[in-house]
């Protein structure tokens, strides 16, 4: 199973997550493994595709909103794991806490999970009921996608 963080996520706490981990999880890569760093996400996000990729982790909750983006995901099959607004604004000790806390939970999310979905992930304390996956609409994006590039005729006086 291969899950991608992207640049939204500390290269180093991709690291201390795959050290605490050990063998019974997969891997979190991060997405300057792919060589990736500095690509625009509808790029890399097909290249992690093409590299059999799952699944993308980030802490950007605008990465599901734009709908080139969404397009991209939706397409290639991946599913995207958003982090809660709290894990931007925590600091470095809390997105420690929280990427070892959720980490055997994200994986199994990524395994329960449809393709070509997104899920926002709770805050720090374990729910009781899992979180629901999005089914990403591609038509729909598509089409608020070119509506959002046509140019605004409003009628002048």
Known sequence: MKICADENISHRLVEIVNDLSGQSLP????????????????????????????????????????????????????????LPTQYQQGGTRFQAAYMLLWWSRIVELVRQGERGCVLNLPTLTLPKAMPVWERIDVQAARKRLEKSKRPNRRKQV
Request: zero cysteines; a neutral charge.
């Open 27 to 82: 891997r979190l890569l991060h997405v300057s493994e792919i060589g990736a760093q500095g690509v625009k996400d509808v790029i890399w996000v097909r290249t992690f595709a093409d590299q059999n990729g799952e699944a993308i982790l980030t802490a950007d909750a605008n990465m599901s909103k734009r709908q080139s983006e969404r397009i991209a995901i939706g397409e290639a099959g991946l599913r995207l794991l958003i």
